[in-house]
């Protein structure tokens, strides 16, 4: 049994046209295909807005991974452990405000919520 349900939204466009006045521009949407990949994933459920949400909320909240910076990591490790931090700060200190807790607390990861200097002390 896997461990988690995996599925993709396949978006099918029309073709463009390569002459008259539509030749540029974007393509029509047609139609998406919710299609499972592995796991048992619920058909209705399949979305991108997750996914969307949750590569605005990391843009937001890194700004190295955001165009236009100069933030950036010089090396790949410097990305890591930037990434690396960000994920354990957002799930482990920062509370949300939908859940009143933090994500690791609604999990049943910890009992309490975590402080700087404590997430700092684990890594």
């Known amino acids: 049994m896997p461990f988690a349900d995996y599925a993709q939204l396949v978006k099918v466009y029309t073709k463009q046209r390569a002459d008259g006045p539509d030749w ?19 058909e ?18 890194c700004r190295r991974l955001t165009r236009l910076t100069n933030a950036y990591s ?8 930037a990434i ?3 994920i ?8 949300h405000q939908s859940l009143r807790v933090t994500p690791a ?11 700087i200097p404590e997430l700092l002390s684990v890594a």
């Open 44 to 61: 209705t459920k399949i979305s991108t807005s997750f996914v969307e949400r949750a590569n605005l909320t990391m843009r937001m909240h």
């Open 84 to 86: 690396a931090l960000l």
């Open 74 to 81: 010089k090396s790949l490790r410097h990305l890591k452990a």
């Open 88 to 95: 354990a700060w957002y799930n482990f200190v920062r509370v």
């Open 24 to 42: 540029y521009g974007p393509s029509s949407f047609v139609t998406a295909v919710p299609t499972p990949i592995f796991g048992r994933p619920d």
């Open 105 to 115: 607390m609604q999990a049943g990861l910890t009992d309490h919520v975590w402080s």
